[in-house]
C-alpha cells in the first residue's frame, strides 16, 4: 500500500513558476513509476508527466514538453514537478500517482494523491 501526498500548489500569474511535491509512504517507493496529471473543470484527466523507476525515463505531453519537469529523489520517498512559464491553461487539479508496472508506458496506475489546485491567473 502506497500513500500519496501532494502540496505545493497555488495561484500564480501567467509566467510564473510553482513546484509541486509528491510525498509517498511506503518501503517501496524506488520500484513504481510515478505520473503527474491533471484535470480541469468540464475536462478529461491528462496525463502530463511520468517517471520510471529510476528516474531514468521521463514522458511528457506536448502541452506542457520544454516547460515542465518531472524528477524524483527515492531516498525521500518524493516526486517533484517543476512548472515554469505558467499559462492560465495550465489550470486545474493536480494529481500525483504510483504505478507497480515501473515503466513510463504503463497504463495503469494504482494508488492515487488527493489532488493540488493549481490556479494561474492572466
Not at 41 to 50: F, H, L, N, T, V
Not at 51 to 63: L, P, R
Request: charged share 20%.
Amino acid at each position: 500500500q502506497v500513500q500519496l501526498v501532494e502540496s505545493g500548489g497555488g495561484l500564480v500569474q501567467a509566467g510564473g513558476s510553482l513546484r509541486l511535491s509528491c510525498a509517498a509512504s511506503g518501503r517501496t517507493f524506488s520500484m513504481y513509476a510515478m505520473g503527474w496529471f491533471r484535470q480541469a473543470p468540464g475536462k478529461e484527466r491528462e496525463s502530463i508527466a511520468r517517471i520510471n523507476w529510476s528516474g531514468g525515463s521521463t514522458y511528457y505531453a506536448d502541452s506542457v514538453k520544454g516547460r515542465f519537469t518531472i524528477s524524483r529523489d527515492n531516498a525521500k520517498n518524493t516526486v517533484y514537478l517543476q512548472m515554469n512559464s505558467l499559462k492560465p491553461e495550465d489550470t486545474a487539479v493536480y494529481y500525483c500517482a504510483a504505478s507497480r508496472a515501473g515503466h513510463i508506458t504503463a497504463e495503469e496506475y494504482d494508488y492515487w494523491g488527493q489532488g493540488t489546485q493549481v490556479t494561474v491567473s492572466s
